[in-house]
Each structure stands twice: as C-alpha cells, then as structure tokens.
C-alpha cells in the first residue's frame, strides 16, 4: 500500500511549507504532483514556487507540456508528468493514491473544519489498509509522531 504522511500546518501557511517539502522532492531525484481542490488556491502556489530564492521548476495545464515539468499542479490527480509523490492540499482529494509511492496531505491546523476533514481522510485511509503517518510543524521544522 501507499505510504500516506499527514502534515499538520500550525506555523506556517501553506505557501511557505509546500514549497520546502517539494524542494526536498525534487533533491531526491523525485517529480511531484500537486493537487489542489481550486485553480485560486493552485494559482498562488504557482506564485510561492515562483518567489522562492531557489526556484522550482513547475507548471500547470495552462503551462503545456506535463512531461517536462517535474512539479506539476492540478485539479485532479492524474500523475501526466509521471509523479512518483502526490500532494494534496486545499483539502484535495486523492482519488487513485495507490499509483504513487507517497502522498503528502497537507491541512490547515488553524481551521477545525480542515482538522475534521483530515481526520476523516486519516481514518478512511486507515481502513483501506494504508500506511499512515502524522507530522506536526514545530520551531525547528517537521517532527513525526507516533
């Protein structure tokens, strides 16, 4: 089964963490696909990804070709750049996460709606026989707990 890592968001947006979680992506020689359950929220991940003082490469269905972009955002969860790891955020879905070889579901730890959506994501992976792990953000980066 596909290793699920939950990563709760208490002191950063998350247009400050993802774009550290897929720097590291892609310094293990791995491409990503982000997705996103609205082109607003996708459209300022671009600008994060953008900003960074190490750019990273990305680009969406607007952009063109998928297979030349190692991160690449969307709506639905179709790895078209050949994906190996799947973000989800925005609360995204991630219909068919058993094509990847891990996932990142990143939630707001600010919003009680978010933690309750989580929660029940955590719980329906769980059921289908998942790997699962939680990460809470902490002052010194992302600590895993058990």
Not at 32 to 48: C, E, F, P, W, Y
Not at 73 to 85: E, F, G, I, K
Request: hydrophobic residues 45%; glycine residues 10%.
């Amino acid at each position: 089964m596909t290793e699920v890592g939950f990563y709760h968001l208490t002191r950063t947006t998350l247009t400050d963490a993802l774009p550290r979680l897929l720097g590291r992506t892609l310094d293990a020689g791995q491409r990503a696909l982000v997705v996103g359950s609205d082109q607003k929220g996708l459209d300022a991940i671009s600008t994060a990804l953008w900003a960074q003082e190490a750019w990273l490469p990305h680009g969406g269905a607007a952009d063109g070709d998928a297979d030349l972009q190692p991160i690449w955002l969307s709506l639905t969860a179709d790895p078209v750049n050949a994906a190996r790891y799947l973000f989800l955020v925005q609360g995204a879905q991630g219909e068919g996460i058993e094509r990847f070889e891990r996932v990142f579901d990143l939630f707001d730890g600010t919003s009680e709606p978010a933690v309750a959506a989580a929660r029940d994501r955590w719980r329906a992976l769980k059921e289908a026989g998942h790997a699962l792990a939680y990460w809470q953000q902490t002052s010194s980066g992302w600590q895993k707990k058990v």
